[in-house]
């Protein structure tokens, strides 16, 4: 049967031209992050991995609240607490052991301990993260794919960082954030103002481990693609690097500036730096630090070092036609 050419059919052999709402390629990048998440957050591995770090800040943001309780609820007189000491000793006293020991008092070491600690738990998330969104990509061959539609290098790299960004301040960032407005809750509301400048120490500190975790990331990925390998990788890249530093410096007597091949340490004296801390102030007062310009160059060179590494090893990816 055959179609007679009028209007209708012929005006379907002709150019029809997009009427949509063009888009920047930078969407692309929204969009592969977006992707990313979703594969992420329906992994239960993950969860258990995340609930561990919310324990931490639980650990932080209620042992706040407890001193402010104990405050109010003891009196000057002396107590004795279970045979925990040899004598009786006033509560006063209890607290001020307890803002000295755990650094519960708002002040720079109050964020700077609870990122630290929570690292300990982002390496591990991050590790899994790397092999899941971005060594899978590598293993099943799929960057051919990525790189066949109107996408450049640079945005799936900055779509795969913007992902674990996410994780990384969901972890660190956030939770400082909020611990730092939960004590001017609980001490006054004109600390936030008097402490503005730790608020904007925190969210340098968060910049800092956003930019450098996530190129870090993505390169040692490229590198090791299978879970397991890159666990062990990423981790030894941060737990070898803080015994060498501790046996050549504390050990050995060695210049402090072998401290420099710890990049955690690094990343925590320029967040200390941020923060106003000075630098005889830092802890633990035994050990000897580098300068903090110094740790920032070492931050700088290892995110140089990653994006220059990730340029050849994109670049020398064929692309489907």
Known sequence: MSIPPDKPVLSLLRYRPW??????????????????????????????LYALSIVIFLFFFYGQYLQVWLE?????????VGGLFPRNVRPDAILKALRTALQLNGSAETYANFIWFEGYIAVVILALVGSVIVGNDFHHNSLPFYFSKPLARRHYVLGKCMAIAAFVNL???????????EYGFIESWQYWFDEIRLLGGILIYGSVLTVSLSLLLMATATMVRRTVPLVMV????????RLIQRWLVDGLRMSERWRLIDLWNDMYLVGQWAMGTAHDQLRPRSQIQPAFAEAALAVALVVVGCLVYLRRKLRNIDVMN
């Open 19 to 48: 009427k949509g709402r063009f888009r920047t390629p930078f969407a692309a990048s929204e969009a592969i992050a977006r992707v990313s998440l979703g594969i992420m957050f329906r992994r239960r591995l993950f969860w258990a």
């Open 72 to 80: 109010q609820k003891l009196t000057d007189e002396t107590i004795r």
């Open 171 to 181: 972890m660190t960032t956030i939770p400082a954030v909020v611990l730092f407005f």
């Open 234 to 241: 990423w981790t030894t890249m941060f737990v070898l690097a």
